[in-house]
């Protein structure tokens, strides 16, 4: 009985998912693009540091790590998302590992790590399965420490901010695409992008991606208002 309503749960999140997700993503995206039309551009000195750390590190992957594929850094930053986003939703983590070599086990093909956890309800599921693919772990840990610094040292952490959000971008367009590769491959049960479907996964991927992109930005070039303003313009976008 639990399973089927389970089941039944898991088909309704994932056919408001399909409806919600472009609505509301689009509605984020017009805001981000208003704020950047009327502030953004009038002042682009606050974005500096972020946008040079950025370019340094794509200037890094280009020249050191292009072509070798993703490695154990890269997993283990994958499966810590997965196990942060356990920890958020407070659901117990039961495993962990991450290396470079495929881990034969069913459901891991192509896989280098993995999260056990313990079994978790639909919605949090979703953002345990889902989070490698939209959240820059390693950015949005940094954060906070920015607010507790002296101005004179906040363009040298946007600086390093950059550094790691370019490491997200890169890493996460490779996963994206690896994800969408195996989620179609035979005898890959279980992988990421098919525990919900490959449409459901990217859109939820997309639309999140819009958020946390114009959250940092706002954030960094207009502080806690200027980004707050864009989560509630965001939301009530099309009701207003």
């Known amino acids: ?124 599921s979703v953002l345990i399965v889902l989070s490698p693919y939209f959240f820059p772990t390693f950015t949005m840990l940094l954060l906070p420490l920015r607010f507790a610094l002296v101005k004179s040292m906040v363009p040298w952490f946007d600086l390093l901010l950059g550094v790691t959000f370019g490491f997200y971008v890169i890493n996460r367009y490779a996963e994206i695409g690896l994800a969408i590769r195996t989620a179609r491959t035979k005898g890959a049960e279980g992988h990421d992008f098919q525990v919900f479907g490959i449409a459901f996964s990217l859109l939820f991927t997309l639309f999140c991606h819009v958020l946390i992109v114009g959250f940092l930005i706002t954030l960094l070039h207009g502080g806690w208002s200027a980004a707050w303003e864009f989560l509630k313009a965001g939301a009530v976008y099309w009701v207003t």
């Not at 399973?3 to 609505?23: D, E, F």
């Not at 890094?60 to 942060?84: C, I, K, N, P, S």
């Not at 495993?95 to 079994?119: L, M």
């Open 1 to 124: 009985m639990n399973q089927c309503l389970n089941g039944r749960v898991k088909h309704v999140v994932k056919l408001l998912g399909l409806v919600l997700c472009p609505v509301l993503g689009v509605g984020f995206l017009l805001v981000l693009l208003d704020y950047g039309r009327k502030e953004l551009l009038d002042d682009l000195r606050p974005m500096a540091p972020f946008a040079v750390g950025m370019g340094l590190w794509f200037w890094v992957y280009w020249v050191y790590f292009r072509g070798r594929g993703l490695g154990l850094w890269d997993t283990w930053e994958h499966e810590l998302t997965h196990a942060l986003f356990c920890i958020l939703t407070f659901t117990k983590v039961k495993g962990f590992r991450a290396e470079t070599e495929t881990i034969d086990r069913p459901g891991s093909v192509g896989a280098a790590g993995y999260v056990k956890h313990e079994h978790a309800s639909t919605i949090r």
